[in-house]
């Protein structure tokens, strides 16, 4: 060939395989979705993708954290409701007790459902999710409250909080040990329960008089831990809400980034195989049909 012919040649040649490799490419982003798959597709995106991507696997573990303490504090919010419940159905069959009219048969009766009450507490306090305590402190294997003969309740647990990360080095209590729950500084509940049993079971008035102030202290103590237990939750709702604005802004970031226009890239495509057309157009007017069948 002549040297114009071979610059012709040549020129023609790179702009066939430029317009093969960017079907190729579009071929493949359209296979894919992604515009950026490799290091070698746009170094800086991919190097960005990698760390929005560890940046999205650490949030969805936060938020998962988050939804296990959730169910956690969901299910102590539930225990305690229930809980108030009981110390109320307690304290009226306290304040029918006492009463000069009651009987001492009248008394026993009534210490029978207090005792069916106490036991129901014992499993409140006792209150497991996916088999784990949730009043036993950091002892989550073991049953927090155990009871002995003479109806005495003793606490098994720690007095460590249970807590989950909910970001970098930071960290959210879900749970109250239940010592500071049901044994607290205030009143011990069970014990309170314990004497009231001893008051109805001897026909005790005064005994049994005795019991309702710490029955109401317990009431209060209970109310306590609600509202500590609510703040938990408001927390864990709040930050989990924060993660969820995160982790949408860290996928539509790393969407621009890894995503392929597919309108885009379809006409892309479209104008890459019309040029392929009009470059073998042009070798088959310019050359011999041999020679072109020798670069196809």
């Given at each position: 060939?002549r040297?114009a012919?071979q610059?012709i ?5 790179g702009?066939?395989q430029r317009?093969?490799?960017?079907i190729?490419q ?9 515009k950026?798959?490799?290091p070698s597709?746009?170094?800086a ?5 990698v760390?929005d991507?560890?940046a999205?696997?650490?949030t969805?573990?936060?938020i998962r954290n988050?939804?296990f303490?959730?169910a956690r504090?969901?299910a102590?919010?539930g225990a305690l ?11 009226e069959?306290t304040i029918?007790a006492?009463s000069?009219t009651t ?7 009534i ?14 306090a ?8 949730i009043?036993?402190g950091?002892?989550?294997n073991?049953?927090?409250f155990?009871i ?8 098994q ?5 249970q ?6 080095n930071?960290?959210?209590q879900v749970?109250?040990?239940g ?10 509940i069970?014990d309170?329960v314990?004497d009231?049993?001893?008051g109805l079971e001897g026909?005790n008035?005064?005994?049994i008089e005795a019991?309702i102030?710490n029955?109401d ?5 209970i109310?306590d831990?609600?509202g500590?237990i609510g703040?938990l939750?408001n927390r864990l ?8 604005t ?5 996928r539509?970031?790393?969407s621009?980034?890894?995503d392929?226009?597919l309108a885009?890239?379809?006409a892309q495509l479209s104008?890459q195989?019309?040029a ?10 310019i ?5 072109l069948k020798?670069i196809q």
């Open positions: 060939m040297v012919d610059q040649y040549g020129t023609l040649l702009n066939l317009s093969r490799q960017q190729l579009a071929q493949q982003q359209i296979s894919s979705q992604k950026v798959v490799e597709d746009d170094p995106a991919f190097g960005q993708i760390l991507k560890g999205l696997a650490q969805d573990q936060w988050i939804q303490g959730t504090v969901e102590a919010d409701r229930e809980t108030q419940n009981l110390l109320t159905r307690i304290r069959l029918q006492r000069d009987s001492a048969q009248g008394r026993t009766t210490a029978q459902e207090v005792r069916q009450l106490h036991r129901q507490l014992m499993q409140l006792n209150t497991e999710v996916e088999g784990r305590s009043f036993s950091t002892e989550i073991t049953a927090p155990a002995s003969s003479g109806d005495t309740v003793t606490y647990g720690n007095s460590e909080s807590s989950i990360g909910v970001g970098r930071q960290t959210v749970l109250i040990p010592n500071e729950i049901f044994t607290g500084s205030t009143t011990n069970f309170t314990r009231l049993l001893v026909n008035g005064a005994a019991t102030g029955l202290l317990a009431t209060q103590q109310s831990a609600q500590r703040a939750a709702d709040v930050t989990k809400t924060a993660l969820e995160a982790t949408t802004t860290i539509q970031a790393l621009n980034n890894e392929a226009d885009a890239v379809v104008l195989q019309v392929v057309e009009a470059t073998t157009q042009a070798f088959s007017r050359f011999d049909t041999t020679l020798m």
